[in-house]
């Protein structure tokens, strides 16, 4: 839902990139993922307050790798194909955290770890087929993002609420595989 909004979104993502345009876009994707594992790892040895920088800092960089691989004429598949394979990695780790923090069950992260999953394959194998997935669902992974950082500083105040807050995500997360795979369905049967 947040990509139809790509272009007023542009000039803040100029504004946040700009630091970065330097960088090897590929490079601020790898350090994206080193910082959320490490923010993970951090978790693991009771650093809070250091997970949820490390989910910020490698949202960011989410954020602005492909900003600076179009800008400055870098953009390739290889860039394109790290960006997703990282973003899977991340969400694995997020739910992986999520479980940690008692936020969802085993078997509600089995399913919302598969629902991040499943939204992206859902995107890509539709998009080889030939069938425009960008805009497509309630809970693309910028929505997704913004969920899970609502529920991790609502989480210090309520642990309860932040709770709420995943189960929410873990709903619309199948609510967009649905979205998705209605709208490639109806595109492929015109």
């Known amino acids: 839902m947040l990509t139809r909004f790509k272009e007023k979104f542009s000039s803040i993502l100029a504004v946040l990139a700009r630091p970065f345009l330097g960088l090897n876009p590929n490079a601020v994707t790898l350090a994206g993922l080193a910082i959320c594992a490490t923010g993970y790892i951090a978790l693991l040895a009771g650093h809070f307050a250091l997970f949820v920088a490390a989910v910020i800092v490698s949202s960011l960089a989410d954020a602005v790798d492909g900003y600076i691989a179009r800008a400055r004429g870098r953009a390739t598949k290889l860039g394109a194909f790290l960006d997703s394979v990282s973003d899977r990695v991340e969400d694995v780790l997020i739910g992986a955290a999520l479980l940690e923090l008692h936020l969802i069950e085993p078997r509600e992260a089995v399913l919302l770890v598969a629902g991040f999953l499943l939204v992206s394959y859902t995107r890509s194998r539709g998009e080889s087929l030939g069938v425009e997935m960008a805009g497509v669902g309630l809970a693309e992974r910028g929505e997704r993002l913004v969920l ?22 873990l709903l619309l997360t199948y609510v967009t595989v649905l979205q998705r795979v209605f709208h490639a369905v109806r595109t492929l049967s015109a």
């Open 148 to 169: 899970i950082l609502l529920s991790l500083l609502i989480y210090t105040y309520s642990a309860q609420a932040a709770r709420a807050v995943v189960v929410v995500l």
